[in-house]
């Protein structure tokens, strides 16, 4: 049998998060959040903590993020480590944002929710007054996927309450990222009479959901994300046409204004403001993210904004191994 050194334990907290910004979405989702609370070993009310605020991946949750894992560390075993093994002690919240649509981009949406005020307004006010934690200087957002994607653009537009972000395989290079995926949603639709309502209704009550099924769920969520439309339902309306899957240009350029890469040249002045900027992406990606991901790096050094870029051997899942290198980078930079 393995024998482990001793590794000191934090402790979880719950609280919960009443949200006006969330009021009134399409969805009719609750306007109540849960969000889970990672409270370092030695923890004392009197001492002030870093916070981070990780953003869970599309069909995930902050609930989902802190459970136990057959053969891999769960995320508070992983933050117990890493401050066993030198981290600066953080305060680490796991808000839950999932949606009926099986997530959410961590941008305003009148379809959605306002996750972009959550964010930075109702969840960062519960948890500064419940913990003694953050304020200027000293948060930070990280996430994969459209986590990563969410911790990238708060920190873009708003720097004067994110200093600290970290990007692992977020959605950057729209054109790659959803186009093919675009066409096989289309497809699946396509079973359905290309009505979103039937697809919904038939996948919410499945007792599995097929690959395409979660393809698609997501492209629609996107749509709802980054064009919703009031008079459709769920507020989804597609970037192309139905039967041909031709471009519609002014919907999807409601869906580039929202790429990093062309958001980027309008608040590179933001960006330098931030302490910390990390940004990673494997190389065999599924998603094709890597080349988003090294266009966002060619842009950021045009601009001479200070971050780190790694690539790695590896694709876009299973990823959690490689917070070892953001989280300690990031804790670090928000204690200074």
């Known amino acids: 049998m393995l024998t482990k050194k001793p590794i000191a334990q934090g402790k979880l907290d719950l609280i919960e998060v009443y949200s006006k910004a969330l ?42 993020r802190i459970g136990w894992q057959g053969f891999r560390e769960s ?22 944002c999932f949606t009926s649509l099986g997530g959410n981009q961590y941008i305003n949406s009148s379809a959605l929710g306002n996750y972009e005020d959550f964010l930075k307004e109702d969840l960062l006010s519960a948890l500064e007054a419940n913990f003694p934690c953050g304020g200027p200087g000293r948060r ?14 708060n ?27 675009i066409a096989k949603a289309l497809m699946t639709l396509e079973n359905y009479g290309g009505s979103y309502e039937n697809f919904l209704c038939k996948i919410q009550t499945s007792p599995k959901l097929k690959g395409n099924d979660f393809t698609t769920l997501m ?18 309306q597609l970037p192309v046409t139905k039967k041909t899957a031709e471009l519609i240009p002014e919907r999807w350029q409601n869906w580039l204004q929202w790429d990093p890469l062309e958001m980027i040249p309008h608040y590179h002045t933001n960006l330098k403001l931030l302490k ?30 200070p971050h780190i870029f790694e690539e790695f051997p590896d694709n876009h899942s299973g990823l959690d191994y490689r917070l070892d290198r953001s989280l300690p980078l990031m804790a670090q ?4």
């Open 155 to 181: 920190g873009i537009r708003h720097p004067a309450i994110w200093s600290a972000i970290a990007c692992h395989s977020g959605d950057v290079g729209f054109e790659w990222v959803y186009l093919p995926e």
């Open 75 to 96: 995320m508070p075993a992983r933050l117990d480590r890493l401050i066993t093994e030198g981290m600066p002690p953080i305060i680490v919240a796991f808000p839950d």
């Open 140 to 153: 930070g957002l990280i996430g994969k996927s459209s986590g990563g994607y969410g911790a990238l653009v």
């Open 23 to 64: 009021e009134n979405n399409l969805l009719g989702d609750s306007a109540v959040r849960q969000c889970p609370v990672y409270l370092p070993p030695e923890y004392h009310p009197e001492k002030s903590y870093p916070l981070i605020i990780e953003l869970a991946a599309f069909g995930n949750s902050g609930l989902g």
């Open 219 to 236: 492209i629609l969520a996107m749509a709802a994300s980054y064009d919703p439309n009031p008079n459709e339902y769920c507020g989804i």
């Open 333 to 336: 930079a928000l204690s200074a």
């Open 276 to 305: 910390f900027i990390f940004i990673d992406c494997g190389i065999y990606d599924q998603y094709y993210l890597h080349f988003g991901a090294r266009r966002l790096n060619s842009l950021l050094n045009d601009y001479q904004i």
